[in-house]
């Protein structure tokens, strides 16, 4: 087991290198200079202040020519891989430290949406495999479909609008309430209601309809059968023999919903102002951050490849079958 | 009285960023729209309460010296005050934490600082902090300041390291509240720009500055972020970052404490959430676009601030862009200026909040023409075709004018997600169809659009967008072809405008010798005449600004010189 997890985590390693040089190369030759939409507005600025900042920022060479892409992807990881990321080009503070700030407020938000998904996702999944067929399977199936289908921004604007604006029920922004401690839980659990149950539709479809596969599956095998000729009531055939193992392969799919938690969380973040890792990494994309963009997608590529190292370590834990080569 | 004069704009303007948010800018014939209680004549300021602004960008460094952006400069605004301020009702620079004089050259500026005028821990305001200000300023490596003080004596040999000191610069060995500031040639906009620069507290900063090694500077410097001395009427609390920051009165602020305890800048994700967060009360302060304005006309809870703003967003033509070069055609740019209903825009655009532009400066300005001496280019459809033809254009099969073969068409590009920018391009593209002139609209992220701006990309043949913060007249970056912007050379003079008269008008304006209001009032005059003949813009149209606060707030007072409309804070008190 130890050789399989090493072996997962040194493939890990080139995966993260290729990301990192293509989202730098597609940073860079977007259209766009960071020194310019900085200074843009600062009426005073000369022609050599703008080549001093970018000089300082490794854009250019001393003599004042553009640096060769290369050559700063070169200088990039040189220093990332020891842990240093540079700083950030707007607040001039370490792009990793900035985006570390943030990561909590990120993880409420998945933790929260990851809870909601299991918790409305799995029962919804198994009473529709159980009531197969009838009204209750289709409106289950049909909710599956539309939180599928409807983008996640559209569904945040308009629980914004009915729940903030209308009713003014619940609060359409931020963590907390201007002026309250941010130890306050309750206020907390009302700003995180919104956005973690709008970020976890997807995964809340998700898992209903696998888990209804799953599930049928199950009740029609051999040992289901075994049990109810056991004359075992209902209830513990379905609790004791089908879901349990109904509940398997689930595990499998932790590890991609992980990722589209945070993936998601981007939107749902600019939605609903949440002060996390997406939002600030998409701002940092807006306005030519690069060390901000970098450090951010680096962090989501390490937090992707980490699920999917789980699941597979899960997936090799749950069933014996799986060999490690 | 503005408390901070906005950085660089002290030259001519800032040019308006943030697509949605178009910086909410000052005021001047003040209207309050909803019944403002008359009982609040009887009762008197009372303190405490928490005022919260709504805002589109986090701050991003809460230190003048090395920021640019209109997230830091709120902040910093709030916390730093400046030797002068800004009268948000005239535009005139008036003293504040000093009292000036000048010599009879023009050249030095001898100044007294307030004697009251003390940091936020008890210390001293000296001569040494506005110093220590210059100093950081020119050493930074980051900041898009740094020109500012270029034309001290001794300012820029200090800011490449040969010099250790300012020569320009003398603290008075007797009165450590006095300095003279020397300047090598005479720069009308000194006041605002160079002394409207707030100074920094020196026994926090002054560290950072190294006089003997270029190579330190304050870049770094923890308290950017987390300032722990202020001359402002608020401190520094706490910033929570892409939330919130949040400031406290400071008790010992030399013009009195504020009423208010709190002041809150809280990011919002765009002006619709903006415009809900003010009808729920989750925000006290905020600037509406006009199609926003209906929503608010039943809240009886909220006040309606408008007033005229010093900004305008007009349409530029690139008169040296080769693909498009009719435009270098004074009659081709004359004819568009009469070829759009602009009071129809102000109508169907702004919802009637707004006037027709005709100049740079905005009308309430010393420097701007009277209305009278100005063409108001009324819309004549006819009278554009007929300079058209006069210029050697006739109408094709197809309804568009053509010369040599070659079409009178032009892609107008603006930033993406400025909803009234784009209406305003909508409008131009179905109006100038009418007299025969063929528009390609293009919308383009505000990010990708401005290094094509100052850099002269071929690819802008015109462009509407806007300046905002008019407050100092000197226009020289934007208008003196000098700064015309070109792929080798980038400019804010983004239409490549090239005028020998308006240069000379220009360098008299900002260089002198003669800085008096007279003189430099009938130069900018003239200036706007020019520019209203020549037409290098379609001069469009001035928004006002629409803020809407809380109604129990008492003693707003804006001005059109104060973008905000926050420049009296500390006088502002919360009715229980």
Request: aromatic share 10%.
């Amino acid at each position: 087991m130890r050789t399989y997890i090493l072996r997962r985590v040194l493939y890990a390693i080139p995966t993260l290198f290729g990301i990192s040089i293509l989202v730098f190369a597609v940073t860079r030759m977007a259209p766009g200079d960071p020194v310019r939409l900085y200074t843009f507005g600062a009426l005073n600025i000369t022609e050599e202040d703008i080549q001093g900042i970018r000089l300082h920022y490794g854009l250019v060479n001393p003599d004042g020519t553009e640096r060769n892409i290369a050559l700063q992807y070169v200088d990039w990881i040189t220093l990332a891989v020891q842990g240093d990321f540079g700083k950030s080009l707007q607040y001039r503070q370490p792009a990793l430290n900035l985006l570390v700030e943030r990561l909590p407020a990120t993880l409420q938000l998945a933790t929260a949406a990851l809870i909601l998904q299991l918790l409305i996702g799995i029962p919804l999944g198994v009473v529709a495999a159980l009531k197969r067929g009838t009204w209750i399977d289709n409106v289950i199936r049909v909710f599956a479909v539309i939180g599928h289908a409807v983008p996640t921004f559209w569904i945040g604007l308009l629980f914004i609008i009915v729940f903030s604006v209308s009713f003014r029920v619940l609060p359409s922004q931020g963590l907390l309430t201007v002026g309250h401690d941010v130890w306050d839980i309750p206020d907390r659990l009302k700003h995180i209601l919104m956005p973690a149950f709008v970020l976890s539709l997807a995964g809340i479809a998700n898992y209903s309809r696998y888990l209804r596969t799953e599930t049928l599956d199950v009740i029609n095998q051999d040992y289901i059968r075994t049990a109810h000729a056991k004359g075992l009531r209902e209830r513990s055939v379905m609790y004791g023999h089908a879901l349990r193992n109904a509940l398997i392969p689930m595990v499998t799919a932790l590890g991609p919903l992980l990722a589209v938690l945070v993936g998601g969380s981007l939107v749902i973040e600019q939605v609903f102002t949440w002060p996390g890792v997406g939002q600030f990494t998409y701002a940092a994309a807006r306005s030519k951050d690069y060390p901000v963009i970098m450090a951010g997608v680096m962090i989501a590529a390490t937090l992707l490849v980490l699920s999917y190292l789980i699941r597979d370590i899960a997936y090799a834990l749950v069933d014996p079958r799986i060999k490690v080569k | 009285m503005t408390r901070h004069i906005w950085r660089a704009v002290t030259v001519a303007g800032l040019l308006s960023l943030i697509a949605a948010a178009c910086a909410p800018s000052g005021p001047a014939a003040t209207e309050q729209q909803t019944a403002a209680p008359a009982a609040a004549a009887t009762q008197g300021p009372v303190s405490g309460g928490r005022i919260i602004v709504g805002t589109f960008v986090d701050m991003q460094r809460a230190n003048p010296a090395t920021s640019n952006d209109s997230g830091s400069s709120a902040v910093s605004s709030k916390i730093y005050d400046s030797l002068i301020t800004v009268d948000p009702k005239t535009g005139e620079a008036k003293p504040w934490l000093g009292t000036w004089t000048v010599s009879s050259d023009g050249l030095t500026f001898s100044w007294t600082i307030d004697p009251k005028a003390n940091w936020s821990d008890g210390k001293p305001i000296t001569a040494n902090d506005f110093l220590a200000r210059v100093k950081m300023q020119a050493r930074s490596k980051v900041t898009p300041n740094k020109s500012v003080f270029n034309d001290i004596e001794g300012y820029q040999d200090y800011s490449t390291g040969k010099a250790t000191s300012i020569s320009g610069i003398k603290v008075d060995s007797a009165d450590p509240k006095k300095f003279t500031a020397k300047f090598t040639r005479v720069f009308c906009p000194a006041l605002t720009s160079v002394f409207g620069s707030a100074p920094m507290p020196d026994h926090v900063f002054g560290k950072y500055t190294v006089d003997n090694d270029p190579t330190k500077n304050v870049d770094d410097a923890p308290e950017n972020n987390a300032p722990t001395a202020t001359s402002g009427p608020f401190k520094f609390k706490e910033w929570r970052k892409g939330d919130q920051v949040i400031l406290v009165k400071n008790e010992n602020y030399f013009k009195g404490a504020p009423y208010i305890d709190e002041l809150v800048y809280k990011v919002v994700a765009d002006t619709s959430v903006l415009a809900a967060q003010l009808k729920t009360g989750e925000l006290t302060v905020g600037s509406i676009n006009a199609p926003d304005l209906a929503g608010f006309q039943t809240e009886d809870r909220l006040k309606i601030y408008k007033f005229n703003q010093v900004s305008y967003t007009y349409i530029g033509w690139r008169a040296n862009n080769p693909n498009v070069a009719f435009l270098q055609d004074k009659r081709v740019r004359q004819a568009l200026a009469y070829g759009i209903d602009m009071s129809a825009v102000v109508r169907s655009v702004l919802l009637g909040e707004g006037t027709k532009n005709l100049q740079h400066h905005p009308s309430f300005l010393w420097a701007a023409a009277p209305e009278k001496d100005l063409n108001p280019y009324n819309y004549d459809k006819s009278k554009a075709e007929d300079l058209l033809k006069s210029a050697g254009f006739a109408k094709g099969a197809d309804g568009v004018y053509a010369k040599d073969g070659k079409p009178l068409a032009i892609t107008i590009v603006t930033n993406q997600g400025n909803k009234l920018r784009e209406t305003f391009l909508q409008v131009a593209v179905e109006q100038y169809k009418q007299i025969g002139v063929k528009i390609t609209p293009k919308v383009e992220a505000f990010e990708a659009l401005v290094p094509k701006l100052t850099g002269g990309s071929p690819e802008i043949e015109a462009v509407i967008i806007g300046w905002t913060n008019i407050v100092e007249p000197d226009s020289f970056t934007v208008w003196h072809s000098s700064n015309a912007a070109s792929p080798t050379k980038a400019g804010n003079n983004f239409v490549g405008y090239s005028n020998p008269e308006v240069d000379k008008l220009l360098e008299q304006g900002r260089n002198g010798p003669d800085c008096s209001q007279a003189t430099r009032q009938k130069i900018y005059q003239q200036f706007n005449k020019i520019l209203n003949e020549d037409q290098p813009y379609m001069f469009g149209y001035a928004p006002k600004n629409l803020l809407v606060i809380d109604g129990r707030v008492q003693g707003v007072d804006p001005g059109p010189f104060n973008a905000e409309g926050l420049w009296n804070i500390d006088k502002w008190w919360i009715k229980k």
